[in-house]
């Protein structure tokens, strides 16, 4: 088409070409050719545009004249379609709707992204873990987990070990759980997984307290054997609990084989050195609430000195119900101040109108004012307002 219009436009403007071949030799033009602007291209003919700058085109060197020969434009333009018969689409042409919606935009993958999900049209991996519950906006938050599962073959590296997790006991519906907090497993050796798995059945955890740990605590399998070993080995030592309470501790709370170790030495020592808990007491309160073990100092002082010194229970009703370490102090002290205004605030089991620690710190607000201040819950909320 480019190619017709260029001869289209010569022809016009010189009458025919002309060919030629031998030396050149030096050509003066007429005075009217030297002033002719030339044009710089066709889109620049086309839109009245002059190519610049203008160069005189005096002393311009030609090959020299030896053989002429002069044909009509209608002979070098035979055998060529016709402008009306080119049905290839330009750049510039429109189109119609059906040609527009026929059209195939190869999408090559971006070489670099700021999310998980941009990827996952063209990746066969991520689509799969999509499928299975995995939620990309979250994985994509770990350092490193990104360009991770990118290398990784669905077939070769994840198929083998979602199989590996089911026999483990995993469900389906926890596959997607599990695999957005810990990604990191699909790169472990399928090998050592097995093996860890061997390791903690060996200490006494049954296959479905195994499979309850690792639902748990996904980073679980992450750990070598000898790292793991030396975590039970320590709540056991430092706890002072045999190997049964340990296994009881660890299946009820399995983070805590996994999370780290410092918070937990700083709860021990808040619990014996500064509340005054006895190295039993402390056990028998860790069995029932291992959650003990990882709350902030603050909220174990907190609590503490809210129910013995300001509430004026015993220690030892902490330590036959450690469950009010879990509660909300703020609601627990307004619960309590509102008991005081109505003299109600009695917490000696051996007196009437006694109002346990389990009610006072459980129970929703209706069944709190209801069946233990024995007044309305309107009442209460305009109570608080005085606080």
Request: some cysteine.
């Amino acid at each position: 088409m480019a190619t017709a219009r260029c001869l289209r436009r010569v022809s016009g403007r010189f009458g025919a070409i002309v060919k030629w071949n031998g030396a050149k030799l030096s050509h003066s033009l007429t005075d009217d050719q030297q002033h002719r602007p030339m044009l710089q291209d066709t889109a620049a003919a086309s839109a009245g545009q002059l190519a610049g700058p203008i160069l005189p085109l005096t002393s311009l060197e030609i090959p020299v004249v030896r053989k002429l020969e002069v044909w009509d434009i209608s002979d070098a333009t035979k055998g060529l379609p016709s402008l009306d018969e080119v049905d290839e689409a330009g750049a510039l042409d429109e189109l119609t709707e059906e040609e527009a919606l026929s059209l195939e935009v190869s999408r090559p993958l971006p070489p670099r992204a700021d999310r998980l999900s941009v990827y996952a049209e063209r990746s066969h991996t991520l689509r799969q873990l999509v499928l299975l519950g995995v939620e990309l906006w979250k994985v994509e938050r770990l350092r490193g987990a990104a360009s991770m599962l990118l290398r990784l073959d669905f077939a070769s590296d994840v198929q083998e070990r979602l199989l590996f997790l089911r026999d483990v006991g995993l469900q389906d519906e926890d596959l997607g759980p599990f695999l957005t907090t810990n990604p990191f497993m699909l790169t472990q050796d399928i090998s050592n997984l097995q093996a860890r798995v061997h390791y903690l059945e060996s200490c006494g955890f049954g296959r479905d307290a195994v499979a309850k740990m690792v639902r748990g605590a996904p980073f679980l399998l992450n750990f070598s054997i000898e790292r793991l070993e030396n975590r039970l080995g320590f709540y056991q030592s430092e706890l002072g609990l045999n190997a049964k309470h340990v296994r009881e501790l660890m299946i009820r709370m399995p983070k805590l084989l996994t999370r780290s170790l410092e918070p937990v030495k700083e709860n021990l020592k808040v619990l014996q050195l500064e509340l005054g808990f006895r190295p039993n007491e402390v056990q028998h309160m860790l069995l029932k609430v291992p959650k003990l073990l990882v709350l902030s100092k603050r909220k174990l002082v907190d609590v503490f000195t809210l129910v013995h010194a300001t509430m004026g229970l015993p220690q030892h009703m902490l330590v036959q119900f450690p469950q009010i370490f879990n509660a909300k102090t703020i609601a627990m002290r307004e619960r309590h101040s509102y008991l005081e205004h109505l003299g109600l605030a009695q917490y000696d089991p051996l007196q009437p109108l006694y109002v346990s620690l389990d009610r006072l710190a459980t129970t929703s607000d209706d069944v709190f004012c209801l069946e233990v201040a024995r007044s309305s819950p309107e009442e209460f909320h305009d109570f608080r307002k005085t606080l």
